[in-house]
Structure formats: structure tokens, C-alpha cells
């Protein structure tokens, strides 16, 4: 069974000497984690607009908009994949580690379906929205709800034991590696894929620097 950080029951509260709650110890962990999730926002956005600013120079503006399109599918996809397990397993009041392998199942097959159902539709919705060329892209960064699928449990224990400056670090250098990948790929001329490829790899490496962080690691099971 996966250990527990020191300080933290398996009911999610933090407990001080001989077993009492630690209240204070809670409100400074919940304080140092609102600031680590204020800096991860501030430094996320900061990158993402600088590397908008290079990438506009390099990209024609049709190959942002493909790009505008995948990206709002993306964003809808990632919202529902796991629908709503990652947010319950970061509130559950019981033992997680009861409850985990069954999450890491449901959130992956889920991702799966969604996926699968979403390679199919790309071709219809792109030419819904008068972009027909932007299925083979908006596929491709499709797939970072797989990724997501894969590693959202130990990335939401992150949260649950209030480690947002682990986290913050794992996006920092997924932006940083989404960044450099795209503007790599665009100044060799590969145009809107850039940007895919950038996000996909930027989040591949971000997800498994949260399984490195975390200290809860859970096989599929049910």
C-alpha cells in the first residue's frame, strides 16, 4: 500500500501530536498551496503569451487559427475525460487507496472511449466549422487526453495532500517544453503541427514529473 505523507490520515486530515487535529498546520498548507497555484498561473500565462509573440512571427495567421480550433477541442475533451473521478478522489473523506485503482480504470477507459469517438467525429466537426484541413492536427492533440487519463490520479494526489509546488514545477516545465518543442519545429517549417506536437510532448513530460513527484502510485484495478 502506497505511504502516506507524513502528517496526513488516510481521511485527508492533518493531525499534530498525540493525534489531535493540527488546524494550524491545515490553514498553512492550504496558505503555501494557494500561493504556489497563484505563482503556477502568473508563470504559466507569462510563457504561453511570450511564446504566442515568437510563434506569431513564424506562423502564417491561418495556421493559428487550425491550431484555435484544435486547441477548443482539446480544452472540451480534457474537461470531460475523467468525468469528475480526478475531482472526487482529491475530496474523498475515506481511504483513497481503496478507491484509486478503481479511478485509474475508469478515468483511462473513459479517456479511451472519448478518444476513440473523437478520432472518428475530427473530420465532420472540422468541416462543420469551415476548417476541414484541421482533423489531422486537432487529432493529434487529442491524444494529451490519453495522457491525462493515464496520469491524472497521481497528478490529483498532488492536490489532495496539498504538494502545489510540485506541481507547479511539473507545469512550468511542461510549458517550457511545449515552447521550445514548437518554436523548434516551426523555425524548420512544420507550420500549425508545431504547436501540436509542442503541447502533446510539453504535456507528456509534465504528467511524468507528477508520477515522479507524487508519492501515490496506483495499478489499474476495480
Given amino acids: 500500500m502506497p505511504s502516506k505523507p507524513e502528517g496526513i490520515m488516510t481521511d485527508g486530515a492533518i493531525l499534530g501530536d498525540e493525534g489531535r487535529p493540527a488546524e494550524r498546520t491545515l490553514g498553512a498548507a492550504a496558505r503555501n498551496s494557494l500561493g504556489w497555484t497563484f505563482v503556477n498561473n502568473v508563470a504559466g500565462r507569462?510563457?504561453?503569451?511570450?511564446?504566442?509573440?515568437?510563434?506569431?512571427?513564424?506562423?502564417?495567421?491561418?495556421q493559428f487559427g487550425v491550431f484555435a480550433?484544435?486547441?477548443?477541442?482539446?480544452s472540451l475533451l480534457i474537461s470531460l475525460n475523467d468525468v469528475?473521478?480526478?475531482?472526487?478522489?482529491?475530496?474523498?473523506?475515506?481511504?483513497v487507496d481503496e478507491v484509486a485503482p478503481t479511478a485509474t480504470t475508469l478515468i483511462f477507459l473513459t479517456s479511451?472511449?472519448?478518444?476513440?469517438?473523437?478520432?472518428?467525429?475530427a473530420p465532420y466537426c472540422?468541416?462543420?466549422v469551415g476548417a476541414p484541413d484541421?482533423?489531422?492536427?486537432?487529432?493529434?492533440?487529442?491524444?494529451?487526453?490519453?495522457?491525462?487519463?493515464?496520469?491524472?490520479?497521481?497528478?490529483?494526489?498532488?492536490?489532495?495532500?496539498f504538494q502545489q509546488y510540485r506541481r507547479t514545477i511539473a507545469d512550468l516545465v511542461n510549458s517550457v517544453v511545449a515552447t521550445v518543442i514548437s518554436i523548434m519545429l516551426a523555425v524548420h517549417g512544420y507550420g500549425v503541427w508545431s504547436l501540436a506536437w509542442g503541447r502533446l510532448i510539453g504535456n507528456l513530460v509534465g504528467a511524468i514529473l507528477c508520477v515522479c513527484f507524487s508519492e501515490h502510485r496506483y495499478r489499474p484495478g476495480f
Fill in 46 to 62: 507569462s510563457l504561453t503569451f511570450i511564446s504566442s509573440l515568437v510563434l506569431a512571427r513564424l506562423l502564417v495567421p491561418r
Fill in 134 to 161: 484541421a482533423a489531422g492536427v486537432t487529432r493529434l492533440l487529442a491524444l494529451a487526453i490519453i495522457v491525462d487519463g493515464i496520469f491524472a490520479v497521481p497528478t490529483g494526489m498532488l492536490t489532495r495532500y
Fill in 112 to 121: 479511451l472511449i472519448f478518444y476513440g469517438a473523437f478520432f472518428v467525429a
Fill in 84 to 95: 469528475g473521478i480526478s475531482a472526487t478522489i482529491i475530496r474523498w473523506p475515506g481511504d
Fill in 69 to 74: 480550433i484544435a486547441l477548443v477541442v482539446y
Fill in 126 to 128: 472540422c468541416r462543420l
